[in-house]
């Protein structure tokens, strides 16, 4: 199926100029993985790139220049990227860019946090109060109502999901920013598991959603 919702232009120009963190990015390139239309438009934006680094007039670097480089190569960022043939990995998503965090389990160690939700840690929150986790939600599931302190990225890998913006189905791309106020559901029809990545941590609203962070980190 072709995926119908992908990012948007400024979210694969950070992409591809290695400004998003490690969560977010994962989050862009697993639905890049996905989608020939973004894998063309992030080509393009690449292309624009190294033009307008070939147009820049060189600057002259201090003195301390590669010693201050050195000093930042542990605060580093990894910007996750497109991988090759891992058809070999023992893994769900072997062959896409979640397959490094994967490892090579045959089984994932799902986590239950509730009634028909259970979910994977990829990235845990670090960088820029960021993190990306797998979660696999039971057909006919309703889940909380809440908001953001920041963004959050979401790639259906299957199943399909509806909120208050649309429906979606395996490799759309979803992107809310902290205005947005929504209550995914999950269709009857099977399970879906998605990808999310977030900035800071969830608003949940009503009486119920402000006990979940008591007892799940999110």
């Known amino acids: 199926m072709t995926p119908s919702h992908h990012p948007s232009a400024a979210?694969?120009?950070d992409y591809g100029s290695g400004s998003l963190s490690e969560p977010l990015a994962l989050a862009v390139v697993t639905h890049i993985s996905m989608c020939a239309e973004c894998r063309e438009r992030l080509a393009q934006i690449e292309t624009v790139g190294g033009v307008m680094l070939e147009d820049l007039e060189p600057e002259e670097m201090s003195p301390?220049?590669?010693?201050?480089?050195?000093?930042?190569?542990?605060?580093?960022?990894?910007?996750?990227f497109l991988i090759?043939?891992?058809?070999?990995?023992?893994?769900?998503?072997?062959?896409?860019?979640l397959t490094p965090y994967l490892g090579g389990v045959g089984e994932l160690p799902w986590k239950r946090l509730g009634r028909g939700v259970a979910?994977?840690?990829l990235v845990r929150r670090r960088n820029r109060g960021t993190r990306a986790?797998?979660?696999?939600?039971?057909r006919g599931t309703l889940l909380p109502l809440h908001g953001h302190r920041g963004r959050e990225m979401t790639v259906v890998?299957?199943?399909?999901?509806?909120?208050?913006?649309?429906?979606?189905?395996?490799?759309?791309?979803?992107?809310?920013d902290a205005e947005m106020v929504h209550r995914p559901a999950v269709t009857s029809d099977e399970d879906c598991v998605c990808l999310i990545?977030?900035?800071?941590?969830?608003?949940?609203?009503?009486?119920?959603?402000?006990?979940?962070p008591l007892f799940v980190d999110m």
């Open 11 to 13: 979210t694969l120009f």
């Open 64 to 80: 301390d220049c590669y010693a201050q480089t050195l000093a930042r190569l542990d605060d580093t960022v990894p910007i996750p």
């Open 84 to 97: 090759g043939d891992v058809s070999a990995v023992d893994s769900p998503f072997a062959g896409t860019p």
């Open 119 to 121: 979910a994977v840690d």
């Open 133 to 138: 986790t797998l979660f696999r939600v039971s």
């Open 157 to 176: 890998l299957e199943g399909k999901f509806f909120d208050e913006t649309g429906a979606f189905v395996a490799g759309d791309f979803i992107e809310h």
């Open 197 to 212: 990545a977030v900035e800071g941590r969830l608003k949940f609203k009503g009486v119920f959603g402000r006990l979940i």
